[in-house]
């Protein structure tokens, strides 16, 4: 399968549009060495054809010019988006759908959970319904045992999901009551070629039930969105911690990049990665750390084949 990474930062993009933070500033002045980068989101294909979107983020225009396999090759209108499944129901993982709205009726994968946030407190669902039947949508369940699913459009990927521990959004009915499936992880397997990916861009938690599924992954393309817990605290742009927003810092003990460590077989990417997270800068302390440990950064445009 061909893993396209359309967008690699976290909410807000890099740089953010209102952020003068020593990232956000010195890529605009060119005064580090970073690439701007859009908000977080991959294709998959395993003809060059058809695409599975994860997540459609606000930047979902943009990306879809900068990749040309997405953009419509037969007839008067098309696209090269399939379908699309969504990790959870966040603004910049969610917004997108409300840009595709020409291309309906676009069958969409999320949970009930997703579903519910959609159709409520951020109500993509009902507000696509006026154009051409709108958004379909094909529920992910999450039983206690993990089931893989498969997409009819795709017949050559095996998805299962795993739920994660995080948060669900603000506008979210059940943002204080957090339930299986709010935010998902997904295993992805190419059942032609066997190769794998875990993605999960939003992690606030490596569980008992996820570890197994790292392991077995040819390439992780998990959660970069924080260095440190504090992160935003210390560069004055916030005052939540990481793990508070469902994001696993990737300093310290119990860090990322100490679990990653534990792991033989996978090639190791970081996406989802926030505008002031210290990897951005490639000359930084922290990027050489990251290289020390074999660990990637995931860019706009980033190409893998499993
Ligand atoms: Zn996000
Ligand atoms: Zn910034």
Redesign the pocket.
């Known amino acids: 399968m061909h893993i396209q990474v359309l967008g690699s930062a976290?909410?807000g993009g890099f740089p953010q549009w209102n952020c003068n933070c020593h990232n956000c500033a010195g890529v605009r002045q060119g005064s580090i060495q970073a690439r701007p980068r859009s908000q977080?989101s991959i294709a998959i294909s395993t003809n060059g054809e058809d695409w599975l979107l994860f997540n459609a983020s606000p930047d979902i225009r943009s990306q879809i010019e900068a990749f040309p396999p997405l953009q419509p090759s037969k007839g008067l209108r098309g696209s090269g988006i399939k379908a699309v499944v969504l990790m959870d129901s966040?603004l910049?993982?969610s917004t997108g759908l409300l840009f595709l709205r020409e291309g309906c009726p676009l069958p969409v994968w999320c949970t009930e959970m997703v579903k519910q946030d959609l159709s409520s407190g951020f109500p993509v669902f009902p507000i696509l319904e006026a154009w051409n039947g709108g958004l379909s949508w094909h529920p992910i369940t999450i039983g206690s045992e993990l089931q893989p699913f498969h997409i009819p459009e795709f017949p050559l990927l095996r998805l299962t999901a795993i739920p994660l521990r995080s948060s669900a959004p603000p506008y979210s009915p059940h943002r204080h009551d957090p339930h299986r499936g709010d935010n998902i992880g997904l295993f992805i397997e190419d059942i032609a070629s066997g190769g794998s990916l875990l993605y999960a861009?939003?992690l606030g938690e490596i569980s008992a039930e996820l570890r197994p599924w790292f392991g077995q992954a040819d390439c992780v393309l998990v959660d970069g969105t924080l260095w440190q817990e504090d992160e935003l605290i210390v560069s004055g742009v916030g005052d939540k911690l990481g793990t508070a927003m469902g994001h696993l810092p990737q300093s310290g003990p119990n860090g990322m990049l100490a679990f990653l460590d534990t792991l033989e077989k996978p090639r190791k990417v970081l996406i989802?990665i926030n505008n002031t997270n210290p990897i951005l800068n490639e000359q930084s302390p922290e990027r050489a750390i990251l290289a020390e440990h074999q660990v990637e950064v995931a860019y706009d445009g980033m190409q893998i084949l499993l």
């Open positions: 976290a909410g977080s966040q910049d993982h861009p939003g989802h």
